[in-house]
């Protein structure tokens, strides 16, 4: 089956980065739309960011300037580098990849901005 995979979350100071990465594994010939969502306490999940096959991006209003999304396509890896934390940003962030069978969702990785 394929799966996803995040990595790169913790524990960082306001202000601080992190880079998160998505590989994907399993047999998969194409993806569409790559993108990672959060989830907060008692919030919905809502999107960060998104990235197409054709490279373009979006990105949530509240995370422009400060996120920035990549992909490598011959990893099967996507990246989410994020700048300039800010404790809003705490949620657990989760990787999504569109293919022509599948809506495919990570496990999440938990994203702490404390001091």
């Known amino acids: 089956q394929v799966q996803l995979v995040e990595s790169g979350g913790g524990l960082v100071q306001p202000g601080g980065s992190l880079r998160l990465s998505c590989v994907a594994s399993g047999n998969i010939f194409s993806i569409y739309v790559r993108g990672w969502y959060r989830q907060a306490p008692g919030k919905q999940r809502e999107l960060v960011a998104r990235?197409?096959?054709?490279?373009?991006?979006n990105y949530a209003d509240s995370v422009k300037g400060r996120f920035t999304i990549s992909r490598a396509n011959d990893e099967n890896t996507v990246y989410l580098q994020m700048n300039s934390l800010k404790p809003e940003d705490t949620a657990v962030y989760y990787c999504?990849?569109?293919?022509?069978?599948?809506?495919?969702w990570g496990q999440g990785t938990q994203v702490t901005v404390s001091s």
């Open positions: 990235i197409t096959s054709g490279d373009s991006t």
């Open positions: 999504n990849v569109v293919t022509p069978r599948h809506d495919l």
